[in-house]
């Protein structure tokens, strides 16, 4: 019922910057926090960045500085601008909604299909 759908990765030179973009869409009562993880090669999943629905952000440390994450409420979308990009951040980027689609139901954690982003050196 619930979809979300990521753009924007690809393929840059290290240095160079990417902006992620995910928009929820389907039946959608509300949408609470939002955000993004990445899965690198032979590595587990792991938190970049969160955001909730008022705008309180939190990164993982190896992203503070760099990365951006930030949303327009009113398209249910969230962003992810990516500067300064290191080889590391190479990875499978996968954004991640938390959904409410009735008043009857709980909030349910929806996930992307995810995003191929590549840098390289």
């Known amino acids: 019922q619930v979809q979300l759908v990521e753009s924007g990765g690809g393929l840059v030179q290290a240095g160079e910057s990417l902006r992620l973009s995910c928009a929820a869409s389907g039946s959608i009562l509300s949408v609470n926090v939002m955000g993004w993880y990445r899965q690198a090669l032979g590595k587990q999943r792991e938190l970049v960045a969160s955001i909730t629905f008022g705008g309180s952000t939190n990164y993982a440390d190896d992203v503070k500085g760099r990365f951006t994450i930030s949303r327009d409420n009113a398209k249910n979308t969230v962003f992810l601008q990516m500067n300064s990009l290191k080889p590391e951040d190479t990875a499978v980027y996968y954004c991640?909604?938390?959904?409410?689609?009735?008043?009857?139901?709980?909030?349910?954690?929806?996930w992307g299909r995810g995003t191929q982003v590549t840098i390289s050196s």
């Open positions: 991640t909604a938390d959904v409410r689609t009735s008043v009857w139901d709980r909030m349910t954690n929806y």
